[in-house]
């Protein structure tokens, strides 16, 4: 079943959503309307799938959705997968748990956490529990951060880590200018830099091992036999 809806006079959007079941409720204060099997909620910004949606508040303005949840947003290259998902439709906010994963294409970066709330209009995103955020050469870890999509920047705090071409960055808070190349570290700061010359040297000790002949260590043994021959 497929239906379409529109807002408000103050809030104005249209919609579409679908699913196998839809059930809906009409009483006053309890308005609410029920997806299940296959449920897709569709806007001017946003396709939104899910197993089960729930349509509720004035003008449906609120949109709770459990099980299987993605969500994306074509105009600025979001692309979300999680367990549960709030999404409030005048406010442009999300919240998101359970294996939450946030895929940037704009800025080619991939944000995962327990828990990822997300602000369409000002473009932050909060990112909370077992944090993991992936770029090419860099992966970070924490237990919270702040990604600021339009700055291009992050703020990492809890435990953050940050490898990053090959160095290893340790702190209290660690900010990255993802588009300067820039990290600033503060508080109990530590570090692993690798250096090309350890690489180098790292790297000439496994190329002699490789070309090493297998029969070296026999040629100390034949010796051996033939002094004790003579």
């Not at 409720?25 to 099997?37: Q, W």
């Not at 077992?130 to 050469?137: A, N, P, Q, T, Y």
């Not at 530590?190 to 000790?205: A, C, I, P, R, V």
Request: net charge negative.
């Amino acid at each position: 079943m497929i239906f379409c809806l529109c807002g408000g006079l103050i809030f104005t959007e249209v919609f579409h959503f679908s699913g196998n079941r839809v059930q809906t409720i009409f009483a006053k204060g309890k308005e609410r309307t029920l997806l299940t099997g296959n449920a897709r909620v569709v806007s001017d910004d946003n396709y939104i799938t899910a197993h089960s949606i729930e349509l509720f508040g004035k003008d449906n303005t609120y949109i709770l959705c459990t099980g299987n949840v993605r969500l994306i947003n074509t105009e600025k290259g979001i692309d979300v997968t999680c367990e549960k998902m709030f999404y409030d439709r005048k406010l442009k906010k999300s919240r998101m748990q359970g294996n939450a994963v946030m895929v940037d294409r704009e800025n080619e970066i991939v944000v995962k956490g327990g828990f990822i709330e997300d602000n369409e209009e000002q473009e932050i995103t909060i990112i909370q529990i077992g944090v993991r955020i992936l770029k090419e050469d860099m992966v970070c870890r924490s237990e919270f951060a702040r990604y600021l999509r339009k700055e291009e920047k992050l703020e990492l705090s809890g435990m953050p880590i940050v490898h990053w071409k090959g160095d290893e960055y340790r702190a209290s808070k660690i900010y990255i200018d993802l588009d300067k190349d820039e990290i600033t570290l503060e508080g109990d700061v530590s570090g692993e830099l690798t250096s090309e010359d350890e690489e180098t040297s790292e790297q000439d000790k496994k190329t002699e091992e490789q070309e090493k002949p297998i029969d070296e260590p026999f040629k100390e043994e034949d010796n051996g036999n033939q002094s004790e021959n003579q």
